[in-house]
């Protein structure tokens, strides 16, 4: 009787709480309530019900199949026993103890599909956003319609998939769309009422400092801002990643660096100010977009004590930036095989190597296009101090084509291939940039899923194979595995109902929750009254 | 298709035929809605259709005639459904079809049914194409009689009582449905229904009025957003969630009829549900985007 009452009672005074900065700031703990779980970009949970040693009696808890899914890139939000999760124009309230649908809000009419990464909370209210560039708030108890603000015209090219990121009653959203020329901008709107407070392009206008880099194709940029970035309150800074400058493959038309594409940028919460960018990939030839988690970690660098942002960047190399004055660190090898740069010099620019850009015949370089790591959730563990990074070694074809561009007709000025390679789970070190140990993978690089770890000491990931699997966060062992049965394009979660602990994913069309084997205790059918 | 409809869909067999006076209502209602209110209110309202026909309402009006002439004998006069053809209003809610893939229909019949090819020319099929979706298309992409202004003032009053329990966009009720996109995404004909005859149906099931006594005494009273044999999610009458196991439930007590008033039939004037449903009918959560359509048909004449 006793665990009744104090079960019901948890739930009911959650039920009458909101979601604050206070509560969004302190990170994960029962409730994972951003898409990375912390402000930080950590992906990293308290929790430690679920340890190395009792990981090998998971068993899964319910499954729930999102109606039409196919391809789910969803990452699960949780507050107070409610797991959110999102489909293409569409976002689904579902019992996380039961796995029971509690609500489902659909905009069918939207003008676009494609994929979208997940839902964002604050105060009562859930946000998301449709491929068409709607904000949507929907009452998080019954999925009702508070606002839809329209923040982009997707005829002009833009469209959205990134969860939203909401900081201080501000919505953080971004544009997708750059590989068919729009110029990306990242967005502020109103957590009330979805009125837009600041809004700054990723590409300067004509004119503009910065416009010096860019030929006549500036108004066409591209410098999507696709995924979201993270936040730190101290700083009142978001860190939020750009894409590749348009055309994709043709940089001919484009001579000059092309900021800010392929760049991490500083913005001010308030103001949407830029106050200082880093870009990775300067005038870049391979669609390496710089869209990969900044996750800021205050460590030790060479010596000193430094707020830093570590960045993983597809175009091969791990970078530690300072994430207050955005001064370059270092910069180490993220994977073995990089064939376009030697390196990078002193100042963080690379130091590119002669015929690796895309040619009429294609050219074979390394990393592929789909880069050496690209948007899948990173996870750091304070308790293990690591950063776990799932990482590509592939190389592929680059094809240039010398066609006019075209803006907003699906044309990036060339193409790519990718060929064989292998996903390799690597645990990177972030006082020196080097590897602990990884985690190699079979499959044929298909997957876009990515890791969550927690205070227990596992490190979730989905694998290259369907799986899900628990490794021991301090050493890279294999604890336990499962069988999704699909290609994996989301990231894991986990969070806690009832002092039990669970550990969710969406596969391609449903979503699992997993958690402790526990005997189940039979259930008197209930006494039910219909008058 | 939502797990409401597809519920009704299902349990569709298990509900008693309609008596014959639902079937007159029905049929004054489709007559009021095909001819003189049609023509009334042309140009008002566009729909998202790029077809010209679709929202015109001289083509509605004709496709009217070819329907009661050609069609109704197995669809019924309200599209409602006979013996021979389905329902083409509830169809469209688990199953719709595009404006295209009716004209295809018209032209091409259904091979292996009772629905036969038809020698129309285009313009006849698109006239009857127009009437269809004015009866099964989202009430927002249709023209609609009546007066939203005077509506709003029905929907928010103390007399019709909407907003105790219905939501548009975040203002009123949590108990019943939001109703911030029913014109965006119901016939108008299906919104009428509701009012005026709510518990003719298991329409809204998910939306069960529901009184639990929980094991440890608490007494909650709400609309079971759902429930299995092993849990229940309950909004209270507050429009807050909980997520109780059925473990923890001594009692559940569900109410076998809709929470909604079945007065509303008698409780407004003709005008006031006819003005009523025109305010339902404006909203659509995509209202923005024919505003937009209409500016730019404007200014292109």
Known sequence: MTRITLLYFTLVLGALAQVSHKDVAKGADEDWLTYAGTYSGWRYSPLKQITADNARNIVPKWVYHVPGARGLRSSPIIYRGVLYITNTNSVYAIDA?????????????????????????????????????????????????????????????????????????????????????????????????????????????????????????ID???????????????????????????????????????????????????????????????????????????VLVDTEIRGQKRKAVLHANRNGFFYALDRVTGEFLRATQLIDKITWAKGVDDKGRPIPLPNSDPTPEGNWVCPSVKGATNWMGQSYNPGTALLYVLTLEQCG??????????????????????????????????????????????????????????????????????????????????????????????????????????????????????????????????????? | ????????????????????????????????????????????????????????????????????????????????????????????????????????????????????????????????????????????????????ASGRAVYWGAKAGCSNCHAIRGQGGRMGPDLSNVGGSRPLAVIREAIVEPAKDLYYLGNEAATVTLKNGQILQGVAKNRSNYSLQLVDTKGILHLIQMNDVKHLT????TSMPTDYATRLSKDELRDLLAYLAAQDIRADEREGMRERKASKQ
Not at chain 1, 407 to 419: Q, R, V, W, Y
Request: with cysteine; hydrophobic share 35%.
């Open chain 1, 220 to 294: 066409w940029g591209g410098g999507a801002a696709w995924l979201s970035g993270t936040y730190d309150p101290e700083l009142n800074t978001l860190y939020w990643t750009t894409g590749n400058p348009w055309p994709d493959y043709n940089a001919d038309v484009r001579k000059g660096d092309n900021l800010y594409t392929c760049s991490l940028l500083a913005l001010d919460l308030d103001s949407g100010m830029m106050k200082w960018y880093f870009q990775f990939t300067p005038h870049d030839t391979h669609d390496w977009d710089a869209q990969s988690w900044p």
């Open chain 1, 97 to 217: 103890r039961s796995g029971r649908l509690v609500w489902q809000y659909a905009d069918p009419r939207a003008k676009k599909g494609g994929v979208n990464r997940g839902a964002a909370i604050w105060a009562d209210k859930v946000y998301f956003t449709t491929s068409d560039n709607y904000l949507v708030a929907l009452d998080r108890h019954t999925g009702a319609l508070i606002f839809n603000k329209k923040f982009a015209d997707v005829g002009q090219g833009t469209t959205s998939t990134s969860a939203p990121l909401v900081a201080k009653g501000k919505v953080i959203v971004g544009s997708a769309g750059g590989d068919s020329g729009v110029r990306g901008f990242i967005m502020a709107l109103s957590a009330d009422d979805g009125k837009q407070l600041w809004k700054t392009y990723t590409v300067p206008a004509r004119g503009e400092k910065g416009s010096e880099t860019w030929g006549d194709l």
């Open chain 2, 254 to 257: 569900l109410s076998a009829s």
């Open chain 2, 1 to 148: 298709m939502s797990v409401a409809d597809f519920l009704w869909e299902n349990n569709r067999a298990k509900i008693s035929p309609r008596p014959e006076y639902t079937r007159s209502s029905m049929r004054t209602f489709a007559a009021a809605l095909l001819t003189a209110s049609l023509l009334a209110q042309h140009g008002r309202y566009l729909s998202d259709s790029k077809h010209p026909s679709i929202g015109n309402p001289e083509a509605i009006a004709a496709g009217t005639k070819l329907f009661m002439g050609s069609c109704a004998g197995c669809h019924g006069p309200d599209g409602g459904g006979g013996a021979r053809g389905p329902n083409l209003v509830r169809r469209s809610l688990w199953h719709p079809l595009s404006d295209d893939a009716i004209f295809q229909v018209i032209r091409k019949g259904v091979p292996g049914t009772d629905m036969p090819p038809t020698k129309l020319s285009d313009e006849q099929t698109w006239n009857l194409v127009a009437f269809i979706h004015a009866l099964t298309g989202p009430a927002s992409t249709n023209p609609v009689p009546g007066d939203p």
């Open chain 1, 397 to 531: 074809m680059y094809y240039r084509s010398s066609q006019e561009p075209q803006p907003m007709k699906n044309f990036s000025g060339g193409g790519a291939t990718e060929e064989g390679g292998q996903v390799i789970l690597r645990a990177l070190d972030p006082k020196t940039g080097k590897r602990v140990w990884e985690y190699p993978m079979t499959g044929l690089g298909r997957m876009w899923t990515g890791t969550v770890s927690t205070a227990g000491g596992v490190l979730f990931s989905g694998d290259d194979d369907g799986h899900l699997v628990a490794l021991d966060a301090k050493n890279g062992k294999n604890l336990w595995h499962f069988n999704m049965g699909e290609t994996l394009g989301a990231s894991p979660i986990t969070y806690s109902v009832d002092g039990k602990q669970y550990v969710a994913i969406a596969s391609s069309t449903a979503v699992f929750s997993f958690g402790l084997f526990e005997p189940v205790i039979g259930v008197e059918p209930p006494v039910i009254q219909i008058k």
